[in-house]
T-cell receptor, first 114, second 112 residues
């Protein structure tokens, strides 16, 4: 298994500001991902955080809005930029130890944008 | 990517066996099937993964017929704590077909 922590656990932000979410894993992992989950909905993959290179974004998500960093094999950040109320959601980090193996998820960051 | 279809919700009682079926008609030869469980305010948790026939672990069994166009997650003797949303995912180890797409999931409600 993998122990994953996210900071902050929750935040309330003003429209137009940005928030950076951190994801820390207790050991090195191959793959790290960022998901969004709106209340009562399923998870939507935002991007794959690639170590040492630009993240790979899914359709509908762009780097200017969701810049991602992954400086090493245990840490990644997701920034939600120029926030609007529509960005209110839970943001989850997940990891795979080996390509194609099961994912382990962090506890999530609950974001509310006023 | 193989699309999955699950029932939106299911109800059960404590002590019963619950079977949740997932349809994945366009599953590819090298695709595997993975199930996750999610409690409110938590991230999903891996339950079980399989490729064909039957897989069993300490919490569940996964039944996959020969044509692999569906799979059934079986939870023996459920308890109130099994109330959660269950997701079926299909994918393989190729970068472009990873099991990363969550469908709508099945909301299981266990009653006393």
């Amino acid at each position: 298994s993998a122990v994953i922590s996210q900071k902050p656990s929750r935040d309330i932000c003003q429209r137009g500001t940005s928030l950076t979410i951190q994801c820390q894993v207790d050991s090195q992992v191959t793959m790290m991902f960022w998901y969004r989950q709106q209340p009562g909905q399923s998870l939507t993959l935002i991007a794959t955080a690639n170590q040492g290179s630009e993240a790979t974004y899914e359709s509908g998500f762009v780097i200017d809005k969701f810049p991602i960093s992954r400086p090493n094999l245990t840490f990644s950040t997701l920034t939600v930029s120029n926030m609007s109320p529509e960005d209110s959601s839970i943001y989850l980090c997940s990891v795979e130890r080996l390509a194609g193996s099961e994912q382990f998820f962090g506890p999530g960051t609950r974001l509310t944008v006023l | 990517l193989a699309k999955t279809t699950q029932p939106i919700s299911m109800d059960s009682y404590e002590g019963q066996e619950v079977n949740i079926t997932c349809s994945h008609n366009n599953i590819a030869t090298n695709d595997y099937i993975t199930w996750y469980q999610q409690f409110p305010s938590q991230g999903p948790r891996f339950i079980i993964q399989g490729y064909k026939t039957k897989v069993t672990n300490e919490v569940a069994s996964l039944f996959i017929p020969a044509d692999r166009k569906s799979s059934t997650l079986s939870l023996p003797r459920v308890s109130l704590s099994d109330t959660a949303v269950y997701y079926c995912l299909v994918g393989n180890m190729d970068t472009g077909r990873r099991a990363l797409t969550f469908g709508s999931g099945t909301r299981l409600q266990v009653q006393p």
